[in-house]
């Protein structure tokens, strides 16, 4: 994976959920679960690909389930194969990926590059 320096979500200063929404289309679905999406998503502004997981955690006795999605950014479909095969911890080793992070409290909700 390449420093993705000409893509429209690297360049954007504050990125909000619906930035990440208007701007990817799915183009290949790996995983659908309940709580746990993996698919291929494609950028309309700049044709940057990316890995994308959904992941989503069942507070049973409160609801607001906490959530979080990553994107990695790659440069081909063939790219994809160390992904799959990561689970949603080993994700955390690619880099650089981008995060939304929805956890319980609405006040540390962020979405943010790891570089």
């Known amino acids: 994976m390449s420093i993705p320096a000409q893509i429209h979500l690297w ?3 504050k990125l ?3 930035d990440l929404l208007g701007a990817l289309t799915v183009v290949e679905s790996f995983l659908d679960e309940p709580n746990q999406t993996r698919d ?8 940057q690909l990316y890995f994308h997981e959904f ?3 069942i507070d049973w006795e409160k609801g607001d389930d906490p959530q979080c999605q ?9 790219e994809i194969g160390p992904l799959i095969r990561s689970d949603e911890f080993g994700l955390q080793a690619f880099a650089p990926r ?3 992070d929805y956890p319980k409290e609405p006040a540390r909700h962020r979405i943010h590059w790891v570089r």
Do not use: Y
């Open 11 to 13: 360049q954007a200063e």
């Open 55 to 57: 992941l989503d955690w």
């Open 70 to 78: 990553t994107f990695i950014p790659i440069d081909s479909k063939e």
């Open 98 to 100: 981008l995060l939304a």
């Open 16 to 18: 909000t959920m619906g």
């Open 40 to 47: 291929l998503r494609k950028c309309k502004f700049c044709g």
